[in-house]
Structure formats: structure tokens, C-alpha cells
């Protein structure tokens, strides 16, 4: 996965130095997006992006069902809709 620094544009040819910039920032960036989502949600979200689980499989490892989880991964969605509209 790659990084750019949104600070420097240019002709994209960035040294180390550079780069570890432009992750250290994406990192700030995610965990600013985990905190303001809180934990349960942010969980939810590495489930369902980085996990690749479907909101049924994710329903049964919470234990709850699928119809609840639904309206939880609308409410994500919806959180993050507002978080990058701010930002």
C-alpha cells in the first residue's frame, strides 16, 4: 500500500524520507478516523473492509442478528460520510 504526502505535489518521485512522512500522516489520519468512531464501530469497519466479512458472518460472530448488524453498518456508514465531510 502506498502513501503520498498531500502537502507536496509535484512529479511523485520522494525520497524515504518522504514517504515515512506520508504514512506517519496516513496513520494519524486512521486513528483519528478509529477514535472518533469508537470502538465498536471501528471494529466493525476492519470487519467489513480489511476482513472482507459479509454482515452476515459478522452478525454471527457477535452473536446478534443480521437485521441489527444491518442497521450498525448503515449508522457506520453514515458516521463516515459526516467524518469526511468535515475533514
Do not use: F, W
Amino acid at each position: 500500500m502506498g502513501a503520498s504526502d498531500p502537502e507536496r505535489r509535484g512529479s511523485g518521485g520522494g525520497d524515504i524520507h518522504d514517504m515515512l512522512i506520508a504514512r506517519s500522516a496516513a496513520v494519524a489520519r486512521c486513528e483519528n478516523v478509529r477514535r472518533t468512531l469508537g470502538r465498536y464501530a471501528s471494529d466493525l469497519l476492519v470487519l467489513l473492509v480489511l476482513d472482507g466479512l459479509s454482515l452476515g458472518k459478522i452478525a454471527e460472530h457477535y452473536g446478534k442478528n443480521r437485521q441489527g448488524l444491518t442497521g450498525a453498518a448503515e449508522l457506520l456508514l453514515e458516521q463516515l460520510a459526516d467524518y469526511y465531510g468535515r475533514n
